[in-house]
């Protein structure tokens, strides 16, 4: 049960008697969050919000002739929603008829608590003194790694949260969802004598303070190699150099690490959402949700947004949900496979709209109209002959290449999109050296970004955390293996 389940049934049944008979249908989507969190800056400055709640409910009313209109009402109790409703319903009333409208149907409608039974709060885990600690593990790592010729700062920000949500409508559904989720960025600077180097790990999941520290806010083994790993690079990235002009002319592929994947979500997840096909801006589908091309990769392609481990199929990863705002329980949906584009990312109403069935991909920032979201997208190989585990194998034919990792994100054009990454290293004759190249870009193409996927090595990763902006905010996670591509005017990398 929520935390205040009672109180929060009591505002839905008030607004569902205030709409009934009046509409042709209507649902809501009721969140309320919690969260702890502490950031530090680079000069030890630090922030700390012990306590940070927030709430809202978010309403859709449909009539007969296709009127739609999805409403924020904050967060009312029983007496104020029926105010809200009068107010919603002057809204719906001028609208115009729209005879495309459909929600598709509920796959399931049974009543079901997804989650925790129990998701201790912030509080009850003592959040703020746990993650006062951790911090100043973290400036004690960071502290004794320091040295005269490498003089190195920490910025960190830290939190955890809980979020409760109901979804239900005037059919009598009523489902919920109680998930925790605890993240990590810790971002090292080193101070040379004439150079600069920087680095940013980021750890979480769906899960409890206790992924990133103990009791008495001591780091977990993920949190304390993601640390290390972030004080030897931008230690590291002190001597890194640039790539010469020759080295420039003579690449001929790009080795792109899990951690360096954004533009997996960028460029490519946000063309398969179907609210953003069905508004005629995705690149790679016609507003009919028919493809623009029957191959959007090489043959070695499979891509997959959703809340599952590619390795085993248990939930995992920093964007799952068990449903989504809708109520529809999440599905792991295969967007590309063997190159081929094969499906989208729904809503109801955008799966109504095409006449297919939501795979439980529509949420929102609470309070906020509900929207096709991404949750974990990961590139992955689409046969095994594809995936390589020798990593000899894997770069065989290699005569110039680099092997990129880390990423900052980018910015997105209407076609594609630039991300930056961390750092580089070059890959000669089929060797990966210890040449270290300082952070650059990748320029990718939407249409063309993926043609040139040759190969795939070790197992897939999906723990490249991000907060992913549409209007609103939503956690998100990419990755997949380390892909090997050729590089063309479609993918093009400048360091």
Same mark, same amino acid.
């Given at each position: 049960m929520l935390t205040n389940e009672t109180g929060m049934r009591a505002t839905c049944d008030a607004f569902f008697g205030a709409v009934a008979g009046r509409v042709a249908g209507a649902d809501v989507c009721f969140e309320r969050s919690t969260r702890a969190e502490v950031e530090r800056d680079l000069d030890g400055g630090t922030r700390v919000t012990a306590h940070a709640s927030r709430g809202g409910l978010v309403a859709r009313l449909w009539d007969a002739q296709g009127r739609c209109l999805e409403v924020g009402l904050g967060e009312p109790g029983p007496m104020d929603v029926k105010l809200r409703v009068e107010e919603a319903l002057e809204a719906l009333a001028p609208l115009a008829p729209d005879p495309e409208f459909a929600l598709a149907?509920?796959?399931?409608?049974?009543?079901?608590?997804f989650g925790s039974d129990s998701v201790p709060s912030p509080a009850e885990q003592r959040a703020p003194e746990r993650i006062a600690g951790l911090v100043g593990a973290l400036e004690a790592m960071v502290g004794a790694a320091s040295s005269p010729a490498a003089v190195l700062q920490l910025r960190a920000r830290v939190y955890t949260e809980v979020e409760e949500k109901v979804v239900?409508?005037?059919?009598?559904?009523?489902?919920?969802?109680?998930?925790?989720?605890?993240?990590?960025?810790?971002?090292?600077?080193?101070?040379?004598?004439?150079?600069?180097?920087?680095?940013?790990?980021?750890?979480?999941?769906?899960?409890?303070?206790?992924?990133?520290?103990?009791p008495g806010g001591e780091p977990t083994s993920r949190v304390?190699?993601?640390?290390?790993?972030?004080?030897?690079?931008?230690?590291?990235?002190?001597?890194?150099?640039?790539?010469?002009?020759?080295?420039?002319?003579?690449?001929?592929?790009?080795?792109?690490?899990?951690?360096?994947?954004?533009?997996?979500?960028?460029?490519?997840?946000?063309?398969?959402?179907?609210?953003?096909?069905?508004?005629?801006?995705?690149?790679?589908?016609?507003?009919? +949700?028919?493809? @623009?091309?029957?191959? #959007?990769?090489?043959? &070695?392609? %499979?891509? /997959? *947004?959703?809340?599952?481990?590619?390795?085993?199929?248990?939930?995992?990863?920093?964007?799952?949900?068990?449903?989504?705002?809708? +109520?529809?329980? @999440?599905?792991?949906? #295969?967007?590309?496979? &063997?190159? %081929?584009? /094969? *499906?989208?990312?729904?809503?109801?109403?955008?799966?109504?709209?095409?006449?297919?069935?939501?795979?439980?991909?529509?949420?929102?920032?609470?309070?906020?109209?509900?929207? #096709?979201?991404?949750?974990?997208?990961?590139? /992955?190989?689409?046969?095994?002959?594809?995936?390589?585990?020798?990593?000899?194998?894997?770069?065989?034919?290699?005569?110039?290449?680099?092997?990129?990792?880390?990423?900052?994100?980018?910015?997105?054009?209407?076609?594609?999109?630039?991300?930056?990454?961390?750092?580089?290293?070059?890959?000669?004759?089929?060797?990966?050296?210890?040449?270290?190249?300082?952070?650059?870009?990748?320029?990718?193409?939407?249409?063309?970004?993926?043609?040139?996927?040759?190969?795939f090595h070790g197992p897939p990763r999906i723990d490249r955390l991000g907060f992913c902006g549409k209007g609103q905010t939503k956690t998100v996670s990419e990755g997949g293996s380390t892909a090997r591509i050729r590089l063309s005017d479609d993918f093009v990398v400048g360091c």
């Amino acid at each position: 049960m929520l935390t205040n389940e009672t109180g929060m049934r009591a505002t839905c049944d008030a607004f569902f008697g205030a709409v009934a008979g009046r509409v042709a249908g209507a649902d809501v989507c009721f969140e309320r969050s919690t969260r702890a969190e502490v950031e530090r800056d680079l000069d030890g400055g630090t922030r700390v919000t012990a306590h940070a709640s927030r709430g809202g409910l978010v309403a859709r009313l449909w009539d007969a002739q296709g009127r739609c209109l999805e409403v924020g009402l904050g967060e009312p109790g029983p007496m104020d929603v029926k105010l809200r409703v009068e107010e919603a319903l002057e809204a719906l009333a001028p609208l115009a008829p729209d005879p495309e409208f459909a929600l598709a149907d509920l796959p399931n409608r049974a009543n079901r608590h997804f989650g925790s039974d129990s998701v201790p709060s912030p509080a009850e885990q003592r959040a703020p003194e746990r993650i006062a600690g951790l911090v100043g593990a973290l400036e004690a790592m960071v502290g004794a790694a320091s040295s005269p010729a490498a003089v190195l700062q920490l910025r960190a920000r830290v939190y955890t949260e809980v979020e409760e949500k109901v979804v239900c409508d005037d059919r009598g559904l009523w489902r919920t969802q109680s998930i925790a989720s605890s993240f990590l960025q810790v971002e090292v600077q080193a101070r040379g004598e004439a150079t600069r180097g920087r680095w940013v790990e980021r750890v979480g999941d769906v899960a409890t303070l206790d992924v990133l520290c103990g009791p008495g806010g001591e780091p977990t083994s993920r949190v304390e190699a993601a640390a290390s790993k972030a004080i030897s690079r931008a230690v590291r990235m002190l001597e890194a150099r640039t790539l010469t002009e020759a080295e420039r002319a003579a690449l001929t592929h790009v080795i792109v690490d899990a951690s360096a994947m954004v533009f997996v979500h960028e460029a490519c997840g946000h063309n398969f959402e179907a609210d953003i096909v069905l508004a005629g801006h995705s690149g790679l589908f016609h507003a009919s +949700g028919a493809p @623009v091309s029957e191959r #959007v990769g090489s043959a &070695a392609v %499979r891509l /997959v *947004d959703g809340p599952l481990d590619p390795n085993d199929g248990t939930p995992r990863g920093f964007g799952t949900h068990f449903i989504d705002d809708e +109520g529809v329980e @999440v599905e792991t949906v #295969v967007l590309i496979d &063997a190159g %081929r584009p /094969v *499906d989208c990312m729904h809503s109801r109403e955008t799966a109504g709209r095409l006449g297919r069935q939501s795979n439980g991909h529509g949420f929102s920032d609470i309070g906020q109209p509900r929207l #096709v979201r991404m949750t974990n997208t990961s590139l /992955v190989a689409a046969a095994p002959q594809f995936q390589q585990d020798d990593l000899q194998a894997f770069l065989r034919g290699i005569a110039l290449g680099l092997w990129v990792e880390g990423s900052n994100g980018g910015e997105v054009t209407g076609d594609g999109m630039s991300a930056s990454v961390q750092c580089g290293r070059l890959v000669r004759e089929g060797r990966l050296t210890d040449e270290w190249i300082r952070p650059g870009m990748l320029t990718v193409r939407t249409r063309g970004a993926l043609l040139g996927v040759e190969a795939f090595h070790g197992p897939p990763r999906i723990d490249r955390l991000g907060f992913c902006g549409k209007g609103q905010t939503k956690t998100v996670s990419e990755g997949g293996s380390t892909a090997r591509i050729r590089l063309s005017d479609d993918f093009v990398v400048g360091c």
